[in-house]
């Protein structure tokens, strides 16, 4: 496992920015047809 | 049960499963040994790209049957199914560069498969600038069909990108002719990740059918009245 790069934050970042884009989609799409 | 209604419930079960997906992918999925922990990125971008990318043929196909059949059920399932592409792609092109800094060493690289991707986005906006842009629903509803199969004309050029040109962006691991060369826990991640993302699509796109056809309802009332 010594030679494995350490790069688990690049990973994290696109978890976080993943979850930010689709529930914030998820958000605006439930605040728009709350107004229907 | 209302459009709307089922619409949320379906994206409800998509976000449950996606946190599955991450609890899965980042606890009890192996660590490719060359890549590190960045290669787990592969459980998100790829089932993003593949709705991306099938989102715009879907958007082509519902304009391709709207100019024959002139149904604005085609013209607002597009329009529905353009923006959520939108928002995948725009997973696609945020995650793809956070993957390829530490694996490739630079954030970008004018190679094929990046940039007819990056020009599939620009025709994803397009396609939502020109509809937001003209105010008669029959032409708006014409030029936005074919802008849209124009858009379905570029998925395949995509995905045979990495084969017809020398790319920095590996070949396809997955949906290739020989079947997936990844181990089967990996796998199983992958295929329960790309059902969160068909779910999400599908839970997006009714929500948003829905407000499409709220809209129209207006605008019919208000020519009647007006």
């Known amino acids: 496992m010594a030679d494995v790069p350490q790069n688990a934050g690049y990973m994290v970042a696109a978890y976080i920015v993943t979850a930010v884009i689709l529930l914030g989609y998820a958000v605006s799409l439930g605040r728009r047809s709350r107004n229907l | ?226």
């Not at chain 2, 020109?130 to 008669?136: H, K, L, S, T």
């Not at chain 2, 995905?159 to 002719?177: A, E, N």
């Not at chain 2, 181990?183 to 999400?200: G, I, K």
């Open chain 2, 1 to 226: 049960m209302s459009l709307v209604r089922r619409g949320r419930w379906i994206t409800l079960v998509a976000l449950v499963l996606l946190a599955g997906v991450y609890v899965r992918a980042l606890a009890f999925t192996p660590i490719e040994r060359l890549q590190g922990p960045a290669q787990k990125i592969f459980y998100l971008h790829v089932p993003a790209a593949i709705w991306t990318e099938a989102a715009m043929i879907l958007v082509g196909l519902a304009g391709i049957f709207f100019l024959f059949l002139g149904d604005p059920r085609l013209d607002r399932f597009a329009e529905a199914s353009a923006e959520v592409g939108t928002v995948f792609a725009t997973i696609v092109l945020t995650t793809g560069p956070i993957w390829g800094k530490p694996i490739w060493g630079t954030w970008w690289t004018w190679d094929a498969r990046l940039t007819s991707t990056l020009f599939l986005f620009f025709l994803y906006l397009g396609y939502l600038l020109v509809r937001g842009a003209v105010r008669d629903p029959g032409l708006r509803a014409r030029y936005a069909a074919v802008l849209g199969i124009c858009g379905m004309c570029l998925v395949p050029f995509i995905h045979l990108s990495v084969y017809l040109f020398r790319t920095l962006h590996p070949q396809p691991i997955i949906l290739k002719p020989s079947g997936p060369s990844l181990p089967d826990s990996m796998l199983v991640t992958w295929l329960f990740s790309l059902l969160a993302f068909t779910l999400l699509y599908v839970g997006f796109v009714t929500q948003r059918y829905a407000v499409s056809l709220a809209r129209d309802a207006r605008e019919t009332a208000a020519a009647e009245h007006g």
